[in-house]
């Protein structure tokens, strides 16, 4: 009895993001934009109704009421989606209170804010791999609706918007130590033309399957460095947005992924034992490596899904990035703008990005002496 | 029929949000006020916002009461955006209040322009 309380109890805990509704990466990514809502201080920020898009919201007598209203759903949705409540439903709620608030008050429109709104709403409407489908649309519909409108705009294409805003606005120290070296309106006009292709260059390789992948890191890189030039994270939506990407993860079934440690080696051990606390979806088992004294052996492997095999840096982050618990500190961390100073939280995300960037992995592990220029998974055997 | 649609309302209606916002993309290069069509940072704009009711320039403090915006600020929507909320307001809140307004503004360091409540 007792035993099935705590069972019970522990399927509620926020770190776990299996055996529910939801695919555990779509949970994991609506949990993580609501703590980027909070964190950017959205339950105080919901108004009441005011200039609204629909008049229908002036008809209502108590404004004071109707943002409670809000707010209450707003926060009950993000709370049953946090604790796995009912998550499909809870972010539905959650989503809507968004949308709603800004049909009810003008003021309360951002693109950010929008964003949001719909991927919570898209949540709360997953059914099957369907509904999949139709959050990765949500990505096509976003990047092409932003590369037209910028193609169409005149001041984009020869560079009077890029010079005006980072020359001019933002007295942008990177932007203002390059221009002089180049000929008038270069710099900004490039900056326009290669925002406007890379946001073409998104729509295609986040709608085709094969091209995901590179279509996700080069838009975290891009919206990274256009935090850098700007000086600023517009609000919520570059934080929501990166842990969004997590929509376009392939999350492996739990336990089907298997770690392989070298138990002689402390920090693997260490390791393992970390890393077996926070899974709490029991998504890796772990198991000991069987080393052939003659090569080094690799430390840690990890075979996740389809067969891949990380090893190194690579398996490292592999498996830190399976451990809904891990992304809880870090999406802080990226919508902490407003409470760290900016130059020391842009080196962090930076630090973050590029630790994660499959590229480092791949560096690493060709310039680590242990790993020798073979095949590592010749160097030792997994031991089931 | 029931059926398929207990089935089907809820990829029905994800579809519905995402073709709404492809509807508003189109829309957009009709509207200048480009709401939902993911067009952020579109452009630049610095303006300022003088109101006078009875004769008398409002303040920093009453201007953001009355329209929820500053008296002078920048904003990367459209300049409608800022020009619709003070419209809206003019013509329901403060329909008797009987006030000038003038929103100078320039987009992308363009030239400065001017737009006047009542609209000519």
Redesign the interface.
């Known amino acids: 009895m007792e035993l099935a309380r705590t069972m019970s109890l522990a399927r509620h805990n926020p770190l776990r993001c299996a055996g529910t509704a939801l695919p555990p990466n779509l949970l994991l990514a609506a949990k993580l934009v609501f703590l980027c809502l909070v964190l950017k201080g959205y339950v105080r920020a919901i108004?009441e109704p005011?200039?609204p898009?629909l008049s229908l919201f002036?008809q209502l007598p108590r404004p004071d009421l109707v943002r409670l209203g809000l707010q209450t759903m707003f926060v009950t949705g993000g709370l049953a989606v946090w604790f796995n409540l009912a998550p499909r439903l809870g972010a539905f709620a959650a989503g809507a209170a968004l949308l709603l608030a800004i049909l009810g008050a003008?003021?309360f429109?951002?693109?950010?804010t929008?964003f949001c709104a719909?991927l919570l709403?898209?949540t709360g409407?997953?059914?099957d791999r369907?509904?999949l489908w139709?959050l990765r649309?949500?990505f096509v519909?976003?990047?092409?609706?932003?590369a037209?409108?910028?193609l169409?705009?005149p001041?984009?294409r020869d560079g009077?918007?890029f010079?005006?805003?980072l020359g001019?606005?933002q007295g942008s120290v990177l932007y203002d130590w390059v221009d002089p070296f180049l000929p008038p309106l270069f710099l900004a006009t490039a900056l326009g033309w290669s925002v406007i292709a890379g946001e073409f260059f998104l729509v295609i390789a986040l709608a085709v399957p094969r091209l995901q992948r590179a279509g996700v890191w080069t838009a975290i890189v891009m919206h990274t460095v256009s935090v850098t030039l700007a000086q600023q994270d517009?609000s919520v939506?570059f934080s929501a947005l990166l842990v969004s990407f997590l929509v376009f993860a392939e999350w492996p079934l739990p336990g089907t992924v298997a770690g392989y440690v070298e138990a002689r080696r402390a920090a693997e051990k260490w390791f393992e034992r970390f890393a077996s606390r926070l899974d709490l979806d029991g998504m890796i088992r772990w198991m000991p490596l069987n080393v052939n004294a003659a090569r080094p052996p690799h430390p840690r492997l990890v075979f996740g899904p389809r067969g891949r095999v990380y090893h190194g840096l690579a398996a490292l982050n592999a498996t830190l990035l399976l451990l809904p618990a891990v992304y809880y500190p870090l999406t802080a961390l990226v919508a902490a703008s407003h409470v760290i100073p900016y130059k020391l939280w842009l080196a962090a995300v930076w630090c973050l990005v590029l630790w994660f960037f499959p590229a480092t992995s791949w560096l690493a592990s060709r310039r680590s002496p242990r790993t020798g220029a073979g095949n590592p998974d010749a160097t030792c055997t997994p031991q089931a | 029929m029931m059926r398929l649609v207990q089935r089907n309302w809820?990829?029905a209606?994800?579809?519905g949000?995402?073709l709404f916002?492809?509807v508003?993309?189109v829309h957009?290069?009709f509207d200048p006020r480009?709401?939902?069509?993911?067009?952020?940072?579109?452009?630049?704009n610095?303006y300022g916002i003088e109101v006078r009711v009875g004769g008398r320039v409002l303040s920093r403090e009453e201007t953001w009461a009355r329209?929820?915006?500053p008296l002078q600020g920048?904003d990367p929507r459209s300049i409608e955006?800022v020009l619709?909320?003070v419209r809206?307001?003019e013509r329901?809140?403060g329909k008797n209040d009987g006030a000038l307004v003038r929103v100078t503004y320039r987009?992308?360091?363009?030239p400065w322009r001017e737009w006047n409540w009542p609209e000519p």
């Open positions: 108004p005011f200039l898009m002036d003008r003021t429109y951002t693109n950010g929008f719909a709403m898209l409407l997953y059914q369907r509904g139709l649309a949500q519909v976003m990047y092409f609706g932003s037209l409108n910028k169409l705009e001041d984009w009077r918007y010079d005006h805003w001019t606005l517009f939506f | 809820r990829p209606l994800a579809a949000l995402v916002q492809v508003m993309i957009a290069r480009r709401y939902f069509c993911w067009a952020p940072h579109d452009a630049q610095e329209y929820r915006d920048l955006h619709l909320m809206q307001h329901t809140y987009t992308n360091g363009g």
